[in-house]
């Protein structure tokens, strides 16, 4: 199957879920509440919709739907969902309801408290759904842990951790006292925010004192080469059919020995030669005939069970690639793993859940910078996580992750948004006074807007890194 298409269908399933969870505890809450609550749409259904219990066809098999006082459906506008709960301002712009009377199962007509529950209810389900996906995964599939110290090898680190009193071949242990439970892209995150961190040098414990006020996580997810990195041999996994190593004779298992007369021994080596050619085709004055000569260069490798090594000319192709995939050193070294029970998979999913919730939090704040700005993304960005086959447990890793974005966002203060709706019953309860009907009406406007502009900004990332 086309893995677009596998793709699409994981990222359809993953927000179908998450959508009807999330509309599901607003829609919880008010029924327990006893509010009204006249529609239930997954998506958006402007002018008209897929699928309504309202329509002939459906009333007809089933006739008890027909005069249900809620509309269940499905919009055509795969942007999100919404419940339309009775007597309150939301994306729908109904004011006429509002002119009338308040009843007695309106959202208007509740006490504040239950007006917030109302609110919160859908991040509150996606904070469970997250939790209980975490949990589960812990239960059935259990979790690989690569302790810091397996990686014999050390890690390479570039010159802005060098100046920083790393070194080549040291092994992070600790960040500020507390130990690294195991390798993963965590780990970046918790080296920014830490004030210290305890290495393995030769055999021996160094601390490295880090800046007063950390580190820039996005500078140092982009930087290049990586801040640290494991290090790997210059090996080759394998080779691309007609690419530019299979045609210079490289095969699976050859080491890379040098590059236009630099020894390399290591991936993060040949990184830093290749980033020099990168940084020449970065200059304005560079021109094809420039672009042709830095792409060229001259490789010496011995294939495996070869006597003498091979000395060749290559051309890169033009995404500046050699054709070939790296041995991964990582999978050398062994992993542990941890099998949960029934009762030891929930705070082992709780708390990974947690880690996880709060390192989103925390990056969350680099959104507002012009460098995070071009990182936000929209469906076209998330369809490209999921994997190219189908795997389930990276399915449900992606959803519950997803889960836990989508309560973030929905908790921001955006009219609009429910955090929106959250922050004016704040204000009311504080106060004890309610914003006017007009005053409503124009933070809906305004937070549409808000959320029309970060839905351009997103589409437009991605048109700029997909399709230009």
Same mark, same amino acid.
């Not at 790393?166 to 995150?189: L, T, V, Y």
């Not at 080779?239 to 390399?264: H, N």
């Given at each position: 199957?086309?893995?677009?298409?596998?793709?699409?269908?994981?990222?359809?399933?993953?927000?179908?879920?998450?959508?009807?969870?999330?509309?599901?505890?607003?829609f919880g809450f008010a029924k327990l509440?006893?509010?009204?609550?006249?529609?239930?749409?997954?998506?958006?259904?402007?002018?008209?919709?897929?699928?309504?219990?309202?329509?002939?066809?459906?009333?007809?098999?089933?006739p008890r739907f027909k005069n249900n006082?809620?509309?269940?459906?499905?919009?055509?506008?795969?942007?999100?969902?919404?419940?339309?709960?009775?007597?309150?301002?939301?994306?729908?712009? $109904?004011? %006429?309801?509002?002119?009338?009377?308040?009843?007695?199962?309106?959202?208007? #007509?509740?006490?504040?408290?239950?007006? !917030?529950?109302?609110?919160?209810?859908?991040?509150?389900?996606?904070?469970?759904?997250?939790?209980?996906?975490?949990?589960?995964?812990?239960?059935?599939?259990?979790?690989?842990?690569?302790?810091?110290?397996?990686?014999?090898?050390? !890690?390479?680190?570039?010159?802005?951790?060098?100046? @920083?009193?790393?070194?080549?071949?040291?092994?992070? *242990?600790?960040?500020?006292?507390?130990?690294?439970?195991?390798?993963?892209?965590?780990?970046?995150?918790? =080296?920014?925010?830490?004030?210290?961190?305890?290495?393995?040098?030769?055999?021996?414990?160094?601390?490295?004192?880090?800046?007063?006020?950390? @580190?820039? @996580?996005?500078?140092?997810?982009?930087?290049?080469?990586?801040?640290?990195?494991?290090?790997?041999? #210059? =090996?080759?996994? +394998?080779?691309?059919?007609?690419?530019?190593?299979?045609?210079?004779?490289?095969?699976?298992?050859?080491?890379?020995?040098?590059?236009?007369?630099?020894?390399?021994?290591?991936?993060? $080596?040949?990184? +830093?030669?290749?980033?020099?050619?990168?940084?020449?085709?970065?200059?304005?004055?560079?021109?094809?005939?420039?672009? /042709?000569?830095?792409?060229?260069?001259?490789?010496?490798?011995?294939?495996?069970?070869?006597?003498?090594?091979?000395?060749?000319?290559?051309?890169?192709?033009?995404?500046?690639?050699?054709?070939? *995939?790296?041995?991964?050193?990582? +999978?050398?070294? &062994?992993?542990?793993?941890?099998?949960?029970?029934?009762?030891?998979?929930?705070?082992?999913?709780? &708390?990974?859940?947690?880690?996880?919730?709060?390192?989103?939090?925390?990056?969350?704040?680099?959104?507002?910078?012009?460098?995070?700005?071009? &990182?936000?993304?929209?469906?076209?960005?998330?369809?490209? /996580?999921?994997?190219?086959?189908?795997?389930?447990?990276? !399915?449900?890793?992606?959803?519950?992750? @997803?889960s836990i974005v989508l309560a973030v966002?929905?908790?921001?203060?955006?009219?609009?948004?429910?955090?929106?709706?959250?922050?004016?019953?704040?204000?009311?309860?504080?106060?004890?006074?309610?914003?006017? %009907?007009?005053?409503? =009406?124009?933070?809906?406007? *305004?937070?549409?807007?808000?959320?029309?502009?970060?839905?351009?900004?997103? !589409?437009?990332?991605?048109?700029?890194?997909?399709? /230009?």
């Amino acid at each position: 199957m086309n893995t677009i298409i596998i793709k699409t269908l994981q990222l359809i399933l993953c927000l179908s879920l998450l959508i009807v969870l999330h509309e599901g505890g607003h829609f919880g809450f008010a029924k327990l509440f006893k509010v009204k609550v006249e529609k239930f749409f997954m998506f958006f259904d402007y002018k008209f919709h897929l699928f309504s219990t309202r329509d002939n066809w459906f009333t007809r098999l089933f006739p008890r739907f027909k005069n249900n006082e809620t509309e269940y459906g499905i919009g055509w506008i795969p942007l999100g969902g919404y419940v339309k709960i009775a007597g309150m301002i939301d994306e729908s712009l $109904d004011t %006429e309801q509002m002119k009338q009377p308040a009843k007695p199962d309106e959202f208007r #007509s509740q006490k504040v408290w239950k007006r !917030f529950l109302i609110m919160v209810g859908g991040v509150l389900m996606n904070l469970i759904t997250a939790f209980v996906i975490y949990c589960g995964i812990m239960f059935f599939q259990g979790e690989d842990r690569l302790p810091m110290q397996n990686i014999t090898k050390g !890690f390479a680190f570039n010159q802005e951790a060098e100046a @920083l009193g790393f070194r080549d071949g040291d092994i992070p *242990i600790r960040f500020d006292g507390k130990e690294i439970e195991g390798w993963s892209a965590a780990i970046r995150q918790d =080296l920014c925010k830490a004030e210290t961190v305890t290495v393995l040098r030769q055999g021996k414990e160094v601390t490295i004192r880090m800046p007063e006020d950390g @580190l820039n @996580l996005l500078d140092v997810v982009y930087m290049q080469p990586p801040f640290l990195v494991p290090i790997s041999a #210059s =090996l080759v996994d +394998s080779v691309v059919s007609d690419g530019p190593a299979a045609k210079a004779g490289m095969m699976k298992g050859a080491r890379i020995l040098s590059v236009d007369g630099t020894a390399i021994q290591y991936w993060s $080596d040949y990184d +830093s030669l290749y980033l020099r050619k990168q940084d020449v085709l970065a200059a304005k004055s560079c021109t094809h005939a420039d672009s /042709l000569k830095q792409r060229k260069m001259t490789l010496v490798f011995q294939n495996p069970n070869a006597e003498k090594a091979d000395t060749a000319t290559i051309q890169l192709d033009e995404n500046y690639l050699m054709g070939l *995939i790296r041995y991964n050193e990582l +999978s050398n070294y &062994e992993v542990n793993h941890i099998d949960y029970n029934l009762l030891t998979c929930i705070p082992a999913g709780l &708390e990974y859940g947690w880690e996880t919730l709060v390192n989103y939090i925390d990056s969350f704040r680099y959104v507002a910078t012009p460098q995070g700005a071009k &990182e936000v993304g929209s469906f076209i960005a998330i369809g490209s /996580l999921f994997p190219d086959t189908w795997d389930w447990l990276r !399915f449900w890793m992606l959803t519950a992750f @997803l889960s836990i974005v989508l309560a973030v966002m929905n908790i921001l203060p955006i009219p609009g948004l429910d955090g929106g709706h959250v922050a004016i019953l704040l204000y009311e309860a504080i106060t004890g006074r309610e914003p006017s %009907e007009k005053v409503m =009406l124009w933070l809906e406007y *305004i937070g549409m807007a808000i959320i029309i502009g970060l839905m351009i900004l997103a !589409f437009g990332n991605d048109i700029r890194r997909f399709i /230009l």
